[in-house]
C-alpha cells in the first residue's frame, strides 16, 4: 500500500475566535483522506495533511463551508 501524504494550504474567513477553528479543524478532519488539520485563527489559515490523492482543495473548501464559514485555495 503506498501512502502519499501532501498538505493542503487554504484560507479560511469569517472565523473569530477559538470555537470557530474547533469547529473548522474537527469538519476538516472528518473528511476521507485528512489525517490531520492546523487551524490558525491569527493567519486565517488551515493546513491539511493528507494521506490520500483522492482528497482534492474542492473538496475541503466544500467541507469548510458546509460548517458555515468560508474557505478558498491558496
Ligand atoms: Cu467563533
Given at each position: 500500500m ?39 485563527l491569527?493567519?486565517?489559515r ?10 482534492t ?18
Amino acid at each position: 500500500m503506498t501512502t502519499a501524504v501532501k498538505t493542503i494550504t487554504l484560507a479560511v474567513t469569517s472565523m473569530s475566535c477559538d470555537k470557530c477553528v474547533e469547529t473548522v479543524k474537527r469538519a476538516l478532519e472528518k473528511v476521507p483522506g485528512v489525517t490531520s488539520a492546523e487551524v490558525d485563527l491569527t493567519n486565517k489559515r488551515a493546513v491539511v495533511t493528507v494521506n490520500s490523492d483522492a482528497v482534492t482543495t474542492a473538496s475541503l473548501v466544500l467541507a469548510v463551508k458546509a460548517t458555515g464559514y468560508n474557505a478558498i485555495a491558496v
